[in-house]
Every structure is written in C-alpha cells, then in structure tokens.
Nanobody, 119 residues
Framework: QVQLVESGGGLVQAGESLRLSCAASGRIFSPNVMGWFRQGPGKQRDLVATIASGGSANYADSVKNRFTISRDDARNTVYLQMNSLNPEDTSVYYC?????????????WGQGTQVTVSS
C-alpha cells in the first residue's frame, strides 16, 4: 500500500501562485508515475500534470506554461508549482501514485487539497 499526503492548498487572488506538495510513503513501487488531478463541484476528475520516474512530464493544455510539476525521489515527493492562477483553476487537487506490481498498474490517491482562486 502507498499513502499520499497533500499540502499547500489555500485561497489566493487571481495572478498569484501556489505550490502543492504530495509525499508518498509505504511500499513505493519503482518505476512509477506521480501526478496531480483536479475536480470541481459537479465535474469529473481531470488530469493536471503527471511525471514519471525518469522525469518525463505531461500537462493538460489548460495549465501548460503556467504550472510546473517536479519530483524529489529521495523524499518520494511530487510538487506542483502553479503560477498565474485564475478562478477557473479553483478545484480540489488530488495527488495520484501509479506503480506496477502484481501484474497490473496500481493507483493510489491522496485525500485532496482545496485550491480557491478569487477574481
């Protein structure tokens, strides 16, 4: 099992920045992919960004050039630097860990952290 603890959410004004962190503990499969997803009220959970063990990153079009995902494998932690935030970025942000074991991909989710951007 993998446990994920997110931090860094909060309330900011449009144009400001936030940095989210997600620390993984437990059985850390490697290689793996860690990432961030977000879900607004009444909406589906959507990809924000992912980063693989080798450092390859993938972003949703809506956050490209504003958000940067990074990871520190020594700390089993993934970060999401969010710049130029706008009200449309308001959501609960969830961290996900995906690792290969027992012949399949295994997904683990954090509890979510609220990001609210006021106009």
């Amino acid at each position: 099992q993998v446990q994920l603890v997110e931090s860094g959410g909060g309330l900011v004004q449009a144009g400001e920045s936030l940095r989210l962190s997600c620390a993984a503990s437990g059985r850390i499969f490697s290689p793996n992919v860690m990432g961030w997803f977000r879900q607004g009220p009444g909406k589906q959970r959507d990809l924000v960004a992912t980063i693989a063990s080798g450092g390859s990153a993938n972003y949703a079009d809506s956050v490209k050039n504003r958000f940067t995902i990074s990871r520190d494998d020594a700390r089993n932690t993934v970060y999401l630097q969010m710049n130029s935030l706008n009200p449309e970025d308001t959501s609960v942000y969830y961290c996900r860990f995906t690792g290969w074991a027992w012949g399949r991909n295994n997904d683990y989710w954090g509890q979510g952290t609220q990001v609210t951007v006021s106009s």
